[in-house]
Structure formats: C-alpha cells, structure tokens
C-alpha cells in the first residue's frame, strides 16, 4: 500500500527543526507492509495546504499529515481541512470541561485560544490524544483518508501506534516483517564483510544506518520465516557488537546486565564530563547499582580524588593509559564498588600534538581481578568524541560482564 505524507510548518522548510517526524513514520507504516511514497513538507498558511492535498497522487489512499494543531494563530490546519473536505466543525463542551481541569491540575491558566482545540467534525472523526490537548482528525472523501496528527513526536506516536497504524494494517494486504539490530564498536564496511555471505536470499532487504555511536542495520522480508533464518545465520557472528533490538539504548541493554550479575560501578571521567554517568542514569533502578562518580577534569582533582600519582602523570602526561588505569583504580577502591570506569582523552578542538592527537582517548577498567586500557583515536570535533568515548567505554563494560 502507497502512502502519502504532508508535514506542516515553516520550522521545517527554514531549517531551525529537522523533521524526525517524518523518518519515525516512514519506518512504522513500513513495518505494516505499506510504505510512503509521496511526501511535501508545506508552510502553516491556506495556499500551502490546500496546494498539497490537490496534488496527492492518484494512486495514493492514505495520507498522514503532521503539524499545525495547536491553539496559537498560526495553527490553521484544522480550518484549512474542515474546508477542504467540507465538513463542519462542532463545539466539544465536554471536552472543553476536560481540557480546563486538566491544564487547572498542573496549575495553568487554560487560554480562550485552546477553545479551537475543543473542535470536533460533524461527519470526520477525532482521533484521542491522552498525553495532550490536540486531538487529531480523520477525514475522507472519494480520493483518500486522511489522518492529521499534531507534531509533537510523543503526541503522532501515540496517535499512530493506537488508532492509525492498526487501520492502515488492516487494510493492507501485503505484509512485511521488520526487524531492527543494534551494533556499536564495528564500522559498516566490516559489517558487511561479516553479512555478505548470507545475502543470496531475495527475500531479504538491508538497510546500513550509521552514526557516530554505531550502525543500525534494518532488515526486512515478505517472508517472517526466512527473517528468522537470516538472523539465527548472522547475530552468533555478530555478538561482540550487536547489543540490542529496535530502538533500545545501550545504557538500557547494560543496566539489565549489571543488575543480573549483581555488580555495582562508579566512574571517573576526564574528557567525557560525566556523560557516561549522565547515560547510566538514565537507566530505571539505576540507583541500585551505580554508586556516583567524579569528573576529575583537572589533575589537581585526580590526584586529590583518585588519588592518581603525580610522578604517574609528570612522566606520562594526563593521557596516558598508565593515568587512566590508576584513575579506573581510584574510583573503585574510593567508592568501594566491583567495578572502576574512567576516560581520559584529549576532545579538542585544541590541545593535540604529533604524538598525542585530538581525539586520542583511554578508557579505563578496573575490577578486582581484571584491569586493561583502551586506547582509542575517534574525530577532531569534541561533541562527537564525548559521544563517542561513552559510547565505546558502555560497550567495554557490557563486553566485559559478558565474557
């Protein structure tokens, strides 16, 4: 099934926000077996509008649209469309009541301009939104339905995994199977290499979906049982790197390990800042198992903290596997934790030399009965390597308690 897309918003067209939207719906209808095949990122204006539902494709039966329902003046979606698919728009008082007590609950003042949000059509449909005020519209006439949803991504999720995702499923005939697989630690190219042996199935889509912290590789078949075959074939061989399934985040995959081997970990982070704490954190029951952490930033704090050698750090220099394992050392037996983890490294844009370039970094492991350093050379930018190297120091963990 051919679908079309219509995002709404001048933020779109100038730049100032990257339309996610469009890439987390293009992936969900295509695990229905639909696909979109028609897409226009239009401004919030009549003109705009009514020029991109003029020009759906013949062959096109369902069309989502995004953006342009919220109560300020520039949301005119839902005029634009009550007139296009003449239809009349009716007064919801039981919902207006809802949206007071709910905006009055969180001590805000609801505005008189929300009242448009109380609309409902007279022949269309309302399509709920529980975690907010705007609710979408369904419409049709002899050509489509239509589904508008706000852009707010948790608000068109929601709306598409409840109410627009099961009608699209239904109605379309041909299915196809999806499975997303999570990898960090292995370029695309030695992904590849490691895959193109059991490509010879046409039954089998791929898609490389790289990033500064790893690759995602889609796969796809009309056939459920030759997807299954295909990933008993690869992921024995891929387990060193491959960490989790769909949009699971390695901090997530590593806390359920770390809770399952019973450990506990602190942290002491030069060049990530405390992002990799930030990452683990992030994690429910978290508390249970990480204990704290220093960013030791200055080497003042890593002597004086970790308890690093000052001669250690005078001969080798603050980047140097030698401080990152004495580092690793220092928060383990400070906090009194199974597991030490520290990164020390050199993010630049500044601060390289010959022999210790931007983007040299060494992460530290340190257990009772385990310690090694890994050194490694990621970009000149100091975002992305502060990504990067947290990136690369869970991986080591998860590697280690997996061994």
Known sequence: MKIGLITIGAELLNGTRTDT??????????????????????????????????????????????????????????SVLYKYFNDKSLFDQKYWTTLKEKFKTRGIEISESNKSQAMIPQNGKIIPNPIGSARGLHFKNNNFQLFSMPGVPSEMKLMMNNYILPIIDKKNQKKNYVKLIRTTGIMESSLFDIIEPYLNDNNISLAFLPSFTGVDLRISSNINDDLIIFLDKILPLLSKYYYADDHIELEDVLGEVIINKKKTISTAESCTGGLISNRLTNTPKSSSYFKGGIIAYSNSIKIKLLNVNQGIINKYGAVSKEVALEMAQGIRKRMNVDIGLSTTGIAGPGGGSKAKPIGLVYIGLSTSNFEKVYKFNFSKNRKTNKLMTSQAALNILRNYLND
Do not use: F, R
């Open 21 to 78: 939207n469009a890439s987390w719906i293009g992936q969900s209808v295509e695990s229905t077996g639909a696909s979109i095949n028609w897409h226009m990122t239009v401004n919030d204006n009549y003109d705009s509008i009514i020029n991109s539902l003029d020009n759906v494709p013949i062959d096109i039966k369902i069309v989502l649209c995004t953006g342009g329902l919220g109560p300020t003046h520039d949301d005119i979606t839902p």
